[in-house]
Nanobody, 125 residues
């Protein structure tokens, strides 16, 4: 399995970005796909997750109402639409995939088996 994250960049506070995560190597039925982020000097934190089959999603409280996770099964691609960005959203964003059976919390990094390389999002004030 390979994950390729893209779409990061520099944006002003209040602006929007859409991150993409291209997945390859197998079909992802039953998988959970997630976005995490890591700011300088901080631990990696959960942002959002989506079940590839069915599309149900979870969000961190800090991004609820501003970020939307989605996936396009035909393109094997996951997205993170980020609106109303804040300076505290500045981080390297990583996409990740967890293979079934999934027996731990989707917000826990160790749940995930595969990681992309990360894409930097910088929000200026």
């Amino acid at each position: 399995v390979q994950l390729q994250a893209s779409g990061g960049g520099l944006v002003q506070a209040g602006g929007s970005l859409r991150l993409s995560c291209a997945a390859s190597g197998r079909t992802f039925s039953g998988y959970i796909m997630g976005w995490f982020r890591q700011a300088p000097g901080k631990e990696r934190e959960f942002v959002a997750a989506i079940r590839w089959s069915g599309g149900t999603s979870n969000y961190a409280d800090s991004v609820k109402g501003r970020f939307t996770i989605s996936r396009d099964s035909a393109k094997n691609t996951m997205y993170l639409q980020m609106n109303s960005l804040k300076p505290e959203d500045t981080a390297v964003y990583y996409c990740a995939a967890a293979r079934p059976p999934i027996r731990s919390a989707v917000a826990t990094p160790t749940t995930y088996d595969y990681w992309g390389q990360g894409t930097l999002v910088t929000v200026s004030s």
